[in-house]
């Protein structure tokens, strides 16, 4: 190095775009330039220390170090020969290996630390599956592993693909500034984070009609806000005082947030963005997975209501069928969905007479379940003081009137039985007819004048009376008997009933009962029940 004497040595870093770097990445040779002829390029104030120097560049290009060179200060005076030339070219590399290690092992250690900020996320994130516990976790970690001074969560509307305010915050202690004096406010509640804090009278989608194409830009990547959030959330990360970034939130292609964070201190550079974009990266999926949760919940809460229902529903429906001399009884009942609104009934009016209650309510579910409750109840009151079918519907029909309801309506066949005479008397409320078969093979369809009870008021019920006598016998039942689909949209129908009726009306009322649900399930295999399907059998022997 003696021989170097007269000869400085210094670096500087210099971007891809000043004149020295593109020139020595074009040639990759050292290139000699007196200090006058570059100072434009050069750092500020270089031309005062190095004087009349002249400036030889190497370029540490040798494993690519394309945004650095080595800088030597010759003396103009000194001769500058092969061998010196040889020895700052080896200078020159091995300050290239020193380098190259440096930045690997600080690249190495950023990516060490993000491994672990990310890893401290995850492992706190898998922790819950409530949603406010991971929407809070998140707005308290964020801070502390990347430095921020604000973070705010705000999730996806249902109905729009815009960001309503709605979940955690931290940092925002200027909330007086938020809310003119005497103004109504809407209370963002502390459910999701460190504190609530009161905002302008509108509705939270208000607020978020002025930033779709800021959402819109947000989709794939993180994006710099600057001064383009809306008026109540400046106050909060106010432009100017505030490097703020908006991160989305994304799972399964939807974007269901956005992460929200501001800096008053320094500028969120690319490393605190890696760690950010991670963050927002797995507080989507935690969001999602929360959700999901919460929605499994919801739905395994459901179908155990829903099971509960159908209990309290069957316990309407009679549990044994009466046992009567020379009688023989058998039903079938089987819901489209959990619940539903067929339903049955058999009240002794007296010793000698059988009230016979078969009814369909419109429409399937909890509402037509509950109309279902209704109509038994009120059915079953009203019998307590009438005894005649139609004078039995008349009433039942008033009394629903009143609370009847978003197209709410029962279809009811009604039928009182005298036990020893084997008399029927019965009346329609627009329900299907049942059929009568005698031993003989004759078949009647009981039909009557009648209306759906429900709806209007006024209406008279037609009353009609029949005999059963030994081997005869009535088969009640709903519309899903004789509505059930095939695959090619054919219908059971009464005729295909009937046929299965007169061929098994040898065996027992169980008997028949079965082979009629067997018929059924046949004709419409591979095709689900879409109705709720009730029979009742009632045959003299």
């Not at 984070?193 to 993180?222: A, M, N």
């Not at 899903?480 to 065996?507: I, P, Q």
Request: overall charge negative; hydrophobic content about 45%.
């Amino acid at each position: 190095m003696h021989q170097l004497k007269h000869v400085q040595f210094g670096y500087i870093n210099l971007n891809d775009k000043n004149i020295l770097v593109e020139h020595l990445a074009k040639n990759k040779k050292p290139v000699i330039f007196p200090v006058k002829a570059i100072t434009s390029y050069l750092p500020h104030d270089f031309e005062k220390v190095f004087a009349e120097k002249t400036l030889r560049f190497a370029p540490l290009l040798d494993l690519e170090i394309l945004d650095a060179m080595l800088m030597m200060v010759i003396n103009p005076t000194i001769l500058i020969t092969k061998e010196h030339q040889h020895l700052m070219n080896g200078i020159a590399h091995q300050s290239a290996l020193a380098i190259q290690r440096v930045r690997l092992i600080e690249a190495q250690r950023e990516e060490a630390y993000v491994s672990t900020a990310l890893l401290q996320v995850a492992q706190n994130l898998a922790r819950t599956i409530n949603l406010p516990h991971v929407l809070d976790m998140v707005t308290r970690l964020t801070p502390m592993l990347v430095g921020v001074t604000q973070c705010f969560i705000f999730l996806a509307n249902d109905k729009a693909s815009l960001v309503p305010p709605g979940a955690s915050n931290l940092g925002l202690t200027d909330k007086a500034s938020l809310v003119p004096p005497g103004a109504s406010c809407y209370r963002l509640e502390a459910m999701y984070g460190v504190d609530g804090f009161d905002i302008h009278p509108k509705t939270p989608c208000d607020y978020w009609q002025e930033l779709p194409s800021l959402i819109r830009d947000s989709v794939q990547y993180p994006i710099d806000v600057g001064n383009r959030l809306p008026p109540i959330l400046q106050a909060v990360f106010p432009h100017g005082q505030l490097h703020t970034f908006l991160f989305p939130l994304q799972a399964q292609g939807n974007l269901i947030g956005c992460l929200l964070v501001g800096d008053t201190k320094m500028p969120i550079l690319s490393l605190r963005r890696e760690i950010i974009t991670g963050i927002a990266y797995q507080t989507a999926l935690a969001i999602d997975n929360a959700m999901l949760h919460a929605e499994h919940m919801n739905q395994k809460q459901l179908q155990h209501d829903l099971e509960l229902a159908r209990d309290i529903q069957r316990s309407f429906m009679p549990q044994d069928l009466p046992t009567l001399h020379d009688w023989d009884m058998a039903t079938r009942w089987e819901m489209a969905h959990k619940v539903g609104g067929d339903f049955f009934d058999l009240i002794s009016l007296s010793k000698h007479h059988l009230l016979i209650i078969i009814a369909d309510v419109a429409n399937k579910g909890l509402p037509a379940a509950l109309f279902m409750a209704k109509t038994i109840s009120l059915i079953r009151v009203t019998s307590l003081e009438l005894s005649e079918p139609a004078e039995i519907l008349d009433r039942v029909n008033k009394l629903l009137l009143p609370d009847s309801s978003g197209g709410m309506f029962v279809t009811v066949f009604c039928a009182v039985l005298e036990r020893e005479t084997g008399h029927l008397k019965y009346t329609s409320g627009g329900h299907n007819p049942p059929i009568l078969l005698r031993k003989s093979g004759e078949s009647i369809m009981l039909r009557t004048q009648g209306i759906i009870l429900g709806v209007f008021d006024g209406m008279d019920f037609e009353q009609k009376s029949d005999t059963l006598h030994v081997g005869d016998g009535v088969l009640f039942y709903t519309d899903g008997v004789t509505e059930a689909f095939n695959s090619d949209d054919e219908m059971f129908g009464e005729d295909r009933l009937l046929h299965v009726l007169k061929e098994n009306w040898h065996c027992s009322a169980d008997e028949i009962a079965g082979k009629i649900q067997k018929s059924i399930n046949d004709f419409a295999y591979p095709r689900s029940q879409s109705d709720d399907f009730t029979l009742l059998l009632v045959k003299r022997t």
